[in-house]
């Protein structure tokens, strides 16, 4: 899999808009872009996908740079519920056979009250 | 909604056990995965499945072992616990290219 790089831990206030960046320089063609979130004490779960066009859904937006060496993942409004451990993945489409799913470290989001 | 259930939450096992952490998925996906995941470490692939009785080598799995007998059902096995398995273990399942669902968490502690 191609890799990401995010930082290590980001810190936003409540209520403002929180941009979470991501890198992936060695991003190939048909290779997604997916953000996972994990709440403290629970498995991640799912936020967010896109492949070239930006995106948007109830819990954040995904904008993806024209070259899609990088992406970023938009909290519009930041609550105390979205801290969390911010996961961006790539993952290729092959249409069935083997294919292992890569975490990296994440970036570690704390919100202020 | 898709769930993914792990057969429980808090695990205490002595070491040289054999242990078994049993995963359930409901909604037909190919792929399922199990994960281990460490204070500073983050989530790292132990093994995966992209078929009944297929399987595949994640990143970390010298010390495990799993099983996948039907669709629906992921194994993974330590075949004699040790205490550096000592983690949270997340299984996972997955249809390529929409979203992975996760389970709740196994938390093992091998004493």
């Known amino acids: 899999d191609a890799k990401t790089t995010q930082p290590n831990s980001m810190e936003s206030n409540e209520e403002e808009p929180v941009h979470l960046p991501c890198n992936h320089s060695t991003i190939s063609g048909t290779d997604y872009i997916h953000w996972y979130r994990q709440l403290p004490s629970q498995g991640p779960e799912y936020v967010i996908h896109g492949l070239t066009s930006n995106v948007n859904n109830r819990m954040a937006s995904l904008a993806i740079a024209e070259d899609r060496k990088s992406s970023t993942l938009i909290l519009h409004r930041a609550t105390l519920r979205d801290a969390a451990v911010y996961y961006c993945?790539?993952?290729?489409?092959?249409?069935?056979?083997?294919?292992?799913?890569?975490f990296g470290k994440g970036t570690h989001l704390i919100i202020q009250p | 909604d898709v769930k993914v259930t792990q057969s429980s939450r808090y695990l205490v096992k002595r070491t040289g056990e054999k242990v078994f952490l049993e995963c359930v998925q409901d909604?037909?996906?190919?792929?399922m995965f199990w994960y281990r995941q460490d204070p500073g470490l983050g989530l790292r692939l132990i093994y995966f499945?992209?078929?009944?009785?297929?399987?595949e080598k994640g990143d970390i799995p010298e010390g495990y072992s799993v099983s996948r007998e039907k669709k629906e059902r992921f194994s993974l096995i330590l075949e004699s616990a040790s205490t550096n398995q000592t983690s949270m273990y997340l299984c996972?399942?997955?249809?390529?290219?929409?979203?992975?669902?996760f389970g709740q968490g196994t938390r093992l502690t091998v004493v």
């Open positions: 993945i790539l993952r290729q489409y092959s249409g069935g056979g083997a294919d292992g799913l890569t």
């Open positions: 909604m037909d996906h190919e792929n």
């Open positions: 996972a399942c997955y249809n390529p290219p929409t979203e992975a669902f």
């Open positions: 499945s992209y078929d009944v009785k297929m399987k």
